[in-house]
């Protein structure tokens, strides 16, 4: 339904599915699953990007360097506070990489779960963004299929990595009220 929406059948009614949102938790899923088992590919940049840091964030980035290298950056310490950014990890291409690692390091100065968790989580999320399905695309009958299949393989199907719902169902009963 407008190149946004699967709308399928089911037990209780009708199925809708946020493409784009379902895509995002595969992709995610799947490179949470590629850090894990630390298969992650880096892509060398054609031209290093400089990041000057603040005293704080060069501490932090010092400190996070061992993890960002596993998950397939590849950076390197220049002089003082400024790093250059040789490599990213895969499906970043599209994505401002010195914003994504400014993020990154102010999620961690504020705190929460542990340090190698949030820089995987923030990474893998960013990832998921850039590369799912947009909206407006329309999936063949064989793409829609194969993405309900996959979602609902997956151990979260309701709600995106940032907690969004990414689907619903109305009901029979629902539906027999619209018509009445």
């Known amino acids: 339904l407008k190149g946004r929406y699967i709308l399928s059948p ?3 009614g009708l199925l809708i599915v946020d493409q784009r949102r379902a895509h995002m938790r595969i992709l ?3 490179y949470m699953s590629q850090i894990s088992g630390e ?11 400089i990041i000057n ?9 010092i400190e996070l360097e061992p993890d960002l290298t596993k998950i397939g950056f590849c950076i390197s310490e220049l002089s003082g506070k400024d790093w250059a950014i040789n490599g990213i990890p895969q499906g970043l291409s599209n994505t401002n990489v010195k914003d994504l690692l400014l993020q990154v390091l102010d999620s961690i100065e504020e705190g929460g779960s542990s340090l190698q968790n949030r820089v995987y989580e923030h990474i893998a999320l960013t990832v998921a963004k850039a590369s799912s399905i947009n909206y407006g695309r329309v999936l063949s009958d064989d793409e829609m ?8 393989s997956r151990t979260e199907p309701n709600f995106t990595p940032d907690g969004k719902h990414i689907h619903t169902t109305i009901t029979y009963n629902q539906i027999s009220k619209f018509l009445q």
């Open 10 to 12: 089911n037990d209780e």
């Open 28 to 30: 995610y899923d799947n």
């Open 39 to 49: 298969n992650v590919i880096s892509q060398r940049v054609l031209f290093p990007e």
């Open 53 to 61: 840091l603040t005293p704080a964030q060069n501490a932090l980035m």
């Open 145 to 152: 299929d194969a993405l309900v299949t996959d979602l609902f």
